[in-house]
Nanobody, 123 residues
Framework: QVQLVESGGGLVKTGGSLRLSCAASGGTFTSNTLGWFRQTPGMERDFLTVINYVSGTTYYNASAKGRFFVSADEAKNTVYLQMNSLRPEDTAVYYC????????????????WGQGTQVTVTS
């Protein structure tokens, strides 16, 4: 079974940028549709964005639109999340996931998850 491996998280100041990567380890993605979520302690995992990496179609939640940009490199079996103009409230663990259902807002629509990568934005 393919594993999703996130990387690229870290500590950044307000206004800074980070690019997260999500790679398929041990094979290729088994779904054409990949998404990014984030979670803070004690809160539910929130949907940010989804991409069909074959067609390039994307969709963003309001919290991500305008500052976050999802992209994919099919040849590298990797999906990216470019995050700009970061704010302290963006501090969270960020997860990528493969979808097996089309209700993109729901974690229950995802079959596989990465381990998460911590993003911390300082003021």
């Amino acid at each position: 079974q393919v594993q999703l491996v996130e990387s690229g998280g870290g500590l950044v100041k307000t206004g800074g940028s980070l690019r997260l990567s999500c790679a398929a380890s041990g094979g290729t993605f088994t779904s054409n549709t990949l998404g990014w979520f984030r979670q803070t302690p004690g809160m539910e995992r929130d949907f940010l964005t989804v991409i069909n990496y074959v067609s390039g179609t994307t969709y963003y939640n309001a919290s991500a639109k305008g500052r976050f940009f999802v992209s994919a490199d099919e040849a590298k079996n990797t999906v990216y999340l470019q995050m700009n103009s970061l704010r302290p409230e963006d501090t969270a663990v960020y997860y990528c996931a493969q979808y097996n259902r089309s209700s993109y807002f729901y974690t229950s629509s995802c079959a596989d998850w990465g381990q998460g990568t911590q993003v911390t934005v300082t003021s």
